[in-house]
Every structure is written in C-alpha cells, then in structure tokens.
C-alpha cells in the first residue's frame, strides 16, 4: 500500500499543481479581459468624441461656405460698380 499511497500523493499533488496552473491562467484572462473591455469603453469615447468634433467642423465649414458665398457675391457687385464707373 505504500507505493499505492505515494502514487496517490504524486496524484494529488499534479492535481493541485495543475489547479495553480489553470487559476493562474484564470487571473491573466481575466486582467486581459478587462484590460480588453476598457480599451473598448476608451475607443467608444474616442469615437463619440469624434463624431461630435466632427460635426462640430462640418457645421463651421457650412458657416463659412456661406459667408464666402455672401462674400464673393458683394465682391462681384463692387467688381460691376468699379468697372460701370471705370466705363461711365
């Protein structure tokens, strides 16, 4: 019985090694997980943050398209009135 025991022993001391193992690699899973879930939570802001950065230029940009329309519009009048009085 006593090799019997000590393969028991031997047994039982792989099962517990290979439990250390496995919640070992339990804990890296789970940091990596969570690591993984606040990198995403990070990007989705990122995301957000552009978007409205993004909106936010696309309404300055259609502001100052309009703006340049107004201006080039009095910049042709004066250009007509210079001339009409260049000619008159």
């Not at 028991?8 to 439990?19: H, I, K, S, T, V």
């Not at 789970?30 to 995403?40: G, I, N, P």
């Amino acid at each position: 019985m006593d090799s019997l025991e000590a393969a028991g022993d031997r047994f039982d001391e792989a099962l517990n090694q290979m439990q250390k193992s496995l919640d070992t690699v339990n804990e890296r899973v789970t940091v990596a997980l969570r690591r993984s879930e606040e990198d995403l939570c990070a990007a989705n802001d990122e995301i957000i943050r552009l978007k409205n950065a993004f909106a936010d230029l696309q309404r300055k940009h259609d502001d100052l398209r309009s703006v340049a329309g107004v201006v080039s519009t009095r910049i042709d009048h004066a250009t007509v009135k210079v001339r009409s009085l260049l000619e008159g």
